[in-house]
């Protein structure tokens, strides 16, 4: 396929599933005509440092550092820190690395001597030699709390300590009403050629970045410009419990049930093949439909699919 023509593109991701997509952007267009406006509900304080796992996915991923085996972390890490935190009886369920934890460690430092999140996310990533703009949805900590039969959980808790085995009944995201969206965010879905929402979790990835006040009006307003590839093809997830979480919730696992969400800002809503016969239903709710390999294996697949989306 021919290199991609120049263009603006401001995307909306979540973490791992997100990074695949982003990874194939970042090489088939000018990097620097890149912005990603990074879901923060997964936002956690741990042992008191201020962990943003959507933000250092998409980061290290940008700057070829992620570990490539779990799609989070820093390639090669080690767990020693992590392992002594445990003798002094700490929860340790979330797996802090050595390396990663220069990053927790700096960002904490940075918003305990006043700085923002975007201006921490904004320093890491210049740091890392990341050339695209890394937004935080929102400066404003909004974590998502799942509730469970049992009781509400922080989403971190839901995802790894109980492996996403509770059953949920809602999901909050916590103080997001009163929440703004981080500087440049507006403006990024407002001035971009193209506005690319990742195939993401569309209940915990970009749900809580349309949450924020504002950003789903800004995306309404360019929807002829919003392309949104879908994370469930053959009524699975691409990666993580979307499925699940969806079917629990009532709201049904397809491609269809996803594009409900997004039809009143979504312009084309992109599909893998093996989905092609829901394309009537999904036009019915108002948007073009694109049929497209969705499915990221290989780096071949990531720069295919990007420069298939910047081609429509
Ligand atoms: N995901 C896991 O499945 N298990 C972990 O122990 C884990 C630790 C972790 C540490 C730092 C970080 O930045 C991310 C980490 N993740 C871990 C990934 C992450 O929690 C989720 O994939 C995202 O929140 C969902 O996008």
């Given at each position: 396929m021919s290199p991609a023509k120049k263009q603006t593109v401001t995307a909306l991701a979540g973490g791992v599933g997100a990074s695949k997509l982003l990874l194939g952007l970042y090489h088939a267009m000018?990097?620097?005509?890149l912005t990603i406006i990074v879901n923060t509900g997964d936002d956690i304080t741990m042992h008191g440092l201020k962990i943003s796992p959507d933000l250092d996915i998409v980061t290290y991923t940008l700057a070829g550092i992620v570990n490539p085996t779990t799609g989070w972390g820093i390639r090669g890490e080690t767990f020693h820190f992590l392992k002594r935190l445990g003798t002094y009886g700490r929860e340790i369920w979330f797996n802090l690395g050595d390396r990663d934890l220069a990053t927790h460690i700096h960002r904490t430092d940075l918003l305990a001597h006043g700085k923002t999140l975007s201006q921490a996310a904004d320093h890491i990533r210049t740091s890392l030699g990341v050339k695209s703009r890394i937004l935080p949805m929102s400066d404003q900590p909004v974590p998502t709390i799942i509730e469970t039969a049992d009781g509400k959980i922080h989403f971190q808790e839901y995802l790894i300590k109980h492996r996403t085995e509770p059953g949920i009944k809602a999901i909050h995201f916590h103080n997001v009403k009163h929440s703004h969206p981080a500087p440049g965010v507006l403006e990024a879905i407002c001035d971009a050629d193209k506005v690319i929402i990742c195939p993401?979790?569309?209940?915990i990835s970009i749900g809580p970045i349309l949450a924020v006040p504002r950003v789903r009006e800004q995306l309404r307003a360019r929807k002829e410009s919003v392309v949104a590839v879908c994370p469930i093809v053959g009524g699975k997830?691409?990666?993580?419990?979307s499925d699940k979480m969806m079917m629990q919730l009532g709201i049904g696992s397809s491609a269809s049930a996803v594009a409900k969400l997004y039809a009143?800002?979504?312009g084309t809503f992109v599909i893998d093949r093996r989905d092609a016969k829901q394309s009537s239903a999904i036009e019915a709710l108002g948007m073009k439909v694109a049929i497209l390999?969705?499915?990221?294996?290989t780096r071949n697949d990531k720069r295919k699919l990007a420069l298939a989306l910047l081609a429509l």
């Open positions: 000018d990097p620097g005509d993401s979790n569309p209940l997830s691409l990666k993580g419990p009143d800002f979504t390999p969705t499915v990221m294996r």
